[in-house]
């Protein structure tokens, strides 16, 4: 299985298109209000239309059909079979990417909790994706080099992504094997995906992650004893990933990111007379998300009190800096928050 990776890495979620559903061949595809626009009502029905009757067997006009709308209209959307699948591979991972910032930001930063969960929401959505991921990966599709590049990059991400985690929970005593640790847990799990995808394995998600969470336990814990050095290092990844994040250069630009598109999405509301009362608050999490160090407790306090603009709680890109401000959280490299300090 080449195609999908165990984690995936938080993104600029500002610009994920939550609004995707999950591929389930059981879902009717004329379902109206379960989707907002007619691309997601295509991907969803392309989708469908494969895992039926497979990716070769399956014409563009079975998609419109399914779709309940003209053969020209996909090409609007669409330039090919191959455009089409490319994209449905990219919403999934958008998707994924989403709902594990959201679930991060539930649970305390840095938790062993909050990565149980994540480890947990993805088997479970995996599991309940799993007829798409199995035609993704299947090789009758020939995978465009365009393709293959994000595969491979979503992997890599992946891998970086959940390296920091680990540097997140267990502190910087750990940073040396970080990259050891992550090969010897994400190669455990994609066994098990493997026996769950491939053989139809009935695992509960719970006990599974739960138990991967307890032999990430061990292993760090022998590798203290051991005394080993370590063998696969920061420096030997950055040779096939330069671009890779170790620190908390990502996250931080991800904070800076989200807090940008909320702030211009907030700037038609503090043009009213209601919300130039607003304006102080928009100033101070633009200065404060822009600073070197950014304090998580003054960035929620503006937060809590931007609350009073109308729908402001629900939009994506509030979540989005709620998740990049976990992730912020999560990072043991940055300055400690001397407000925060203060509170304990």
Request: with cysteine; aromatic share 8%.
């Amino acid at each position: 299985m080449t195609v999908f990776t165990f984690t995936l890495p938080v993104l600029s979620i500002q610009n994920i298109k939550l609004i995707i559903v999950p591929f389930d061949p059981s879902v009717n595809c004329f379902g109206g209000e379960l989707f907002m626009d007619k691309r997601d009502l295509i991907l969803h029905c392309a989708m469908e239309q494969f895992m039926q009757k497979g990716y070769h067997q399956t014409t563009m006009q079975d998609i419109a059909d399914a779709a309940g709308i003209a053969k020209g209209g996909i090409y609007f959307y669409f330039k090919s079979k191959e455009e089409l699948i490319q994209s449905v591979f990219e919403s999934y991972l958008e998707r994924m990417s989403g709902i594990l910032a959201e679930t991060a930001s539930r649970y305390e930063p840095g938790s062993r909790e909050s990565l149980f969960q994540q480890i947990k929401t993805q088997l479970d959505e995996l599991t309940s994706h799993s007829k798409m991921l199995l035609l993704l990966s299947s090789g009758q599709i020939s995978l465009s080099e365009q393709m293959r590049e994000l595969s491979m990059n979503a992997r890599l991400r992946s891998f970086v992504w959940f390296r920091n985690q680990l540097v997140g929970i267990y502190g910087a005593r750990i940073e040396p094997h970080a990259f050891d640790l992550t090969v010897l847990v994400t190669g455990l799990v994609r066994e098990y995906i493997g026996f769950i995808l491939l053989n139809g394995a009935k695992l509960s998600s719970a006990k599974l992650a739960r138990m991967i969470v307890r032999r990430l336990e061990d292993s760090v814990r022998g590798l203290e004893n051991s005394g080993d050095e370590p063998v696969l290092t920061s420096e030997a990844f950055r040779t096939f990933y330069p671009e890779g994040d170790f620190g908390d250069g990502a996250e931080r630009r991800r904070l800076v990111e989200a807090a940008a598109a909320l702030l211009k999405r907030l700037e038609p509301e503090l043009e009213s007379d209601a919300g130039r009362l607003h304006r102080p608050a928009a100033g101070m999490l633009q200065e404060e998300t822009a600073s070197p160090a950014p304090r998580p407790v003054v960035i929620e306090g503006m937060l809590a009190l931007l609350q009073a603009v109308d729908g402001l709680s629900g939009w994506p890109e509030t979540a989005a800096v709620r998740a990049a401000l976990a992730a912020w959280k999560a990072v043991p490299q940055h300055e400690p928050d001397p407000m925060a300090a203060q509170e304990t």
